[in-house]
């Protein structure tokens, strides 16, 4: 550990986690983040305002799916959902409380433009909801950091021509929502995001279709070329966005743009075999460059994606691949969503005809039976602070640009009850070893990282997984709809308090 990092006296909280029966990892030290670092919490528009009709807001391709295929979603619909666009007032002054430096939303793109099309109309009062939000929290010190697009796309767009899959409509109407956006609320909002998680939209709602709008091989939709088509679309529209932004409105509103990439860490399945070692590597460029390398570098897709995917891999034409040359350097930070790590195995057999991995499958567990880390409340996600460390390093190493983690968090076991949300130890240990990563990957490594943003604010809609899985740092009660936070929550705000130093 390093000097500076004694100065920081473990806390009550954080020696009773470390000696909760538990915990198995290693310990949670608390070092050191740098003074200006920014930490805040994160939401989505679909999975906490509820609202559904109100305002005059149009139906999105979420509305229908939670209703119409209730299987897919935990029988759950977000309707009301923590009712935030009745209650937002209430959750701005509790964020307030919490002492947070910034809150990451996103826009109901159908609440702004019903319909959603450029030709459509736009509801006055759906914006107003957007203007009192950010007003109030400029009023608190909050800055707000707006997500343009977080997969609740307007029913109509999907209906008149399939939303993502027609590239150049899609691209035209998000141009114009985004440039209603930037003119209406862009003298407020100094920092944009266009799409959280590319990868998700195109695989997960596209291909294994337990995200909106739920294509799948079963449904009958061609999962061999429309995730890859959804992706092209979503990076042609974003370089198009951030080259609108850069020329009608950066000069006069002084804000940046850019993008959020999700993504795990990959460690080979046998870390003596070759094989899993590229495998890994591998598994993180068909993730994560795939977005990264088009989007941060300006260039064509990974020469691995073209080479395994050939034909069912849009091509670039000159000009989208010069439009891609040309704004590649307006992206000023690289926005993670981080939860976990894998472990990446080198399959042999031959793979299924829409194989998006390359042959790779992946899982908690390696050859000697090691299991990457300890459980939260969602199988996928493991507690793997070293994993994190490991892709702040691989993403700053290959794109140089500053890393915001706009998501990071974990449900806990139980948590439906308030007393067990209330000591959420697991979480608070949870965090604290992730923010030691962050840590260590800027002290230590000389990684750029420049904020933090806690998955979530409150306990949410969690998408295909219903009300189950709490990743809030504040309880809702979904009967009464009452906030309560949990001592994650406090965590948080203290331990931010305590880390960030000026270091001589
Ligand atoms: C984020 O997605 C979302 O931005 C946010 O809305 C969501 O609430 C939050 O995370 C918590 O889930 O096949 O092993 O990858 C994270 C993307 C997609 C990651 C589904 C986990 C399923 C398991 N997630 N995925 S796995």
């Not at 996103?106 to 702004?112: E, F, G, T």
């Not at 950010?134 to 999907?158: A, R």
């Not at 906030?483 to 948080?492: D, H, I, Q, V």
Request: one cysteine or more; aromatic letters at 14%; charged letters at 20%.
């Amino acid at each position: 550990m390093s000097a500076e990092a004694s100065m920081f006296q473990a806390t009550d909280v954080v020696t009773q986690l470390n000696e909760s029966p538990d915990y198995h990892a290693s310990h949670v030290q608390e070092l050191p983040l740098p003074s200006n670092f920014s930490w805040g919490t994160a939401t989505a528009a679909y999975q906490i305002e509820g609202g559904a009709d109100r305002g005059g807001k149009g139906k999105s391709i979420w509305d229908t799916f939670s209703h119409i295929e209730p299987s897919r979603t935990n029988g759950e619909h977000a309707d009301v959902a923590c009712d935030h666009y009745n209650r937002m007032p209430e959750d701005v002054d509790l964020m307030s409380t919490l002492d947070v430096d910034v809150y990451r939303f996103s826009l109901s793109w159908s609440r702004i433009i019903p319909l959603g099309g450029r030709e459509d109309a736009i509801s006055e009062e759906g914006i107003a909801f957007y203007d009192k939000l950010i007003d109030k929290l400029l009023e608190h010190d909050i800055e707000p950091v707006v997500t343009l697009y977080h997969w609740d796309l307007p029913q109509g767009l999907y209906d008149t021509y399939g939303g993502f899959l027609n590239t150049d409509e899609f691209r035209a109407d998000f141009i114009h929502y985004a440039r209603l956006c930037f003119s209406r609320f862009g003298s407020r909002v100094q920092k944009w995001v266009t799409f959280n998680e590319p990868y998700i939209i195109s695989i997960f709602a596209h291909l294994n279709g337990t995200l909106a709008p739920g294509h799948c091989r079963e449904q009958g939709t061609d999962t061999t070329t429309e995730p890859w088509r959804v992706g092209h679309t979503i990076i042609l529209s974003h370089a198009s966005v951030v080259q609108m932004y850069v020329s009608e409105f950066q000069s006069s509103q002084n804000g940046s743009i850019s993008i959020v990439l999700n993504g795990h860490f990959y460690e080979p399945f046998d870390s003596q075999k070759q094989i899993d070692i590229d495998a890994a590597e591998r598994r993180m460029v068909f993730y994560i460059g795939w977005f990264g390398d088009t989007i941060f570098l300006g260039q064509d897709y990974p020469i691995a994606m073209q080479e395994y995917l050939g034909v069912r891999l849009p091509k670039f034409t000159s000009e989208d691949l010069e439009l891609l040359r040309q704004t590649a350097q307006f992206n000023a930070f690289y926005g993670m969503n981080h939860y976990s790590t894998k472990y990446a195995r080198q399959l042999t057999d031959a793979p299924a005809n829409d194989d998006w991995t390359s042959n790779i499958e992946e899982g908690p567990v390696n050859s000697a039976g090691v299991e990457i880390g300890p459980k939260s409340a969602q199988e996928w996600l493991r507690v793997a602070p070293e994993g994190f460390r490991k892709l702040l390093n691989w993403v700053w190493k290959r794109y140089r640009r500053p890393v915001i983690i706009t998501e990071n968090g974990c449900p806990c076991v139980g948590e439906e009850d308030l007393q067990v949300a209330i000591n959420d130890t697991f979480r608070q240990r949870y965090f604290g070893l992730y923010l030691d990563a962050i840590s260590r990957a800027i002290y230590e490594d000389g990684v750029d990282v420049m904020g933090y943003y806690a998955w979530s604010l409150m306990d949410n809609y969690e998408w295909a997984a219903g009300y189950g899985p709490r990743y809030g740092i504040v309880h809702v009660d979904y009967e009464t709809l009452t906030r309560t936070p949990k001592g994650s929550a406090w965590y948080l705000r203290d331990t931010f308090k305590r880390r960030r130093v000026v270091l001589s």
